[in-house]
């Protein structure tokens, strides 16, 4: 089963938890704090397989977590920091926010990985707070936790040409020929359900992948039939082949099935016009084929709506007429194209727009915010000051006051008095409840 898009759960590891200690060396009096920082918590790292092909190892397996950091130690030693959970993807694999649709990552090559989750950074231990003023301190802070978000993975396949037209125009008999592949080929619509690659060898020993992208009917930019499915991987392919039936027998209208389809590229994203087009006239070993060309290229002249009229080709699958001449003019087409035009840049400047929007939102979030139940509960919330709750060691008296010493310098106390809090009310963080004293 072709799957090329998912939804799934990631969360990286916690790090590990500062620990408060003492030395107790023998001939070594006020030995002084001795309490190690904890481990680094493992990241989610999505990193390129060549040997997938689809996403559908993620259709039974939709949550991933990674490790957390080993906690700190006696005599000032440091806890292991976790693995990394690495994650295998097929080459072509987007990886977007699955809440905001921002662009995380996009995987194209061999060697391509993503920290996508970054593990929580491990807890100081009770050796990072002596000072003069505290020789011999009992804090430590717990480890950060892990960053927990969903995840939607976009499988757009490789290839350098992409076969396109209405079902049963004969783009998998096409591939089938010039390729060694073996598409499952029938005399009924929508026999190809999904994606098929195949490679191309010239004679002059050059070679691309071409692809048969099935589904594509009047509406598939919308959702009609199969096409929407399918019109990613168009995304990524440099020439398109557009495959256009010259059989009368068929009953339909090639220059009218040939403005259809180009309008459904076109809504799908106006830049796949922009990519070298070439005319795949199939089926000309049928009775008649000879008259339809000659009309659809009349037709295909008088087209106002074009600048340069594609160059179109006459072939049969079966009589292998035309084939060779195709290909090879492909393959030049290819040489002249670059890398995925257009596409890569669109996509680095969109990503590195919504990262400056995240950095942006980040600096704009306010420390904290306030906010009152229904019992009259003060009800404390916001990143940042959830972040520093969940660091906090809560068993140890000094981590407390050291804690209510940060929510004052972050101006809480003085929000709250402002909000009408008095002595005596209860304020909520998280599932930790206080009472706040004047």
């Avoid at 000659?294 to 079966?318: C, G, M």
């Avoid at 292998?320 to 680095?348: C, H, I, S, Y």
Wanted: net charge negative.
């Amino acid at each position: 089963m072709f799957i090329d898009q998912v939804t799934i759960e990631i969360k990286a590891g916690k790090g590990g938890d500062g620990m408060v200690a003492f030395r107790r060396e023998k001939y070594v009096p006020n030995g002084g704090p001795a309490g190690g920082d904890g481990g680094r918590g493992g990241s989610i790292v999505f990193e390129v397989d060549e040997g997938l092909r689809t996403l559908m190892d993620f259709r039974y397996s939709k949550h991933f977590r990674a490790e957390s950091g080993e906690k700190g130690m006696i005599k000032g030693m440091h806890g292991h920091g976790a693995p990394d959970k690495r994650v295998q993807v097929p080459e072509g694999t987007t990886i977007k926010d699955a809440e905001t649709g921002a662009v995380i990552a996009d995987l194209v090559h061999k060697g391509d990985y993503a920290v996508v989750a970054k593990g929580g950074r491990g807890g100081r231990g009770n050796i990072r707070f002596a000072s003069p003023k505290n020789p011999a301190p009992e804090i430590s802070e717990n480890g950060e936790p892990g960053v927990e978000r969903k995840i939607q993975l976009e499988l757009k396949v490789l290839a350098d040409v992409g076969l396109v037209g209405f079902p049963s125009v004969g783009k998998s008999t096409l591939l089938s020929v010039v390729t060694s592949a073996k598409p499952k080929i029938a005399d009924y619509h929508f026999t190809t359900l999904s994606p098929n690659l195949g490679m191309v060898r010239l004679d002059d020993n050059r070679d691309f992948v071409i692809a048969d992208l099935p589904g594509l009917i009047e509406g598939a930019s919308v959702g009609v039939g199969l096409g929407i499915q399918f019109l990613r991987h168009i995304e990524r392919t440099r020439v398109i082949l557009h495959l256009v039936d010259m059989n009368p027998e068929e009953g339909r209208d090639p220059f009218d099935d040939y403005l259809k389809i180009n309008k459904e590229l076109k809504n799908y994203d106006p830049e796949l016009l922009e990519r070298p087009q070439l005319i795949v006239a199939s089926k000309m070993d049928m009775p008649g084929a000879a008259e339809q060309l000659e009309a659809f290229k009349k037709q295909l002249a008088e087209d106002s709506t074009v600048e340069e009229t594609p160059r179109v080709f006459s072939t049969s699958s079966i009589t292998r007429e035309g084939l060779q001449t195709l290909m090879n003019v492909a393959g030049d087409l290819l040489e002249e194209t670059p890398m995925f035009p257009a596409l890569n840049l669109k996509e680095q400047e969109a990503q590195q727009k919504i990262y400056d929007f995240e950095k942006e939102q980040e600096k704009s979030a306010p420390d904290f915010v306030i906010n009152r139940d229904e019992d009259l509960t003060w009800v404390l919330s916001g990143e940042k000051l959830e972040r520093l709750y969940q660091m906090t060691n809560m068993d140890r008296d000094e981590s407390l006051m050291r804690f209510a010493r940060q929510l004052r310098g972050m101006g809480v106390d003085d929000a709250l008095r402002e909000r009408g809090a008095k002595s005596g009310d209860i304020v909520r963080i998280d599932k930790f409840s206080f009472e706040f004293v004047e």
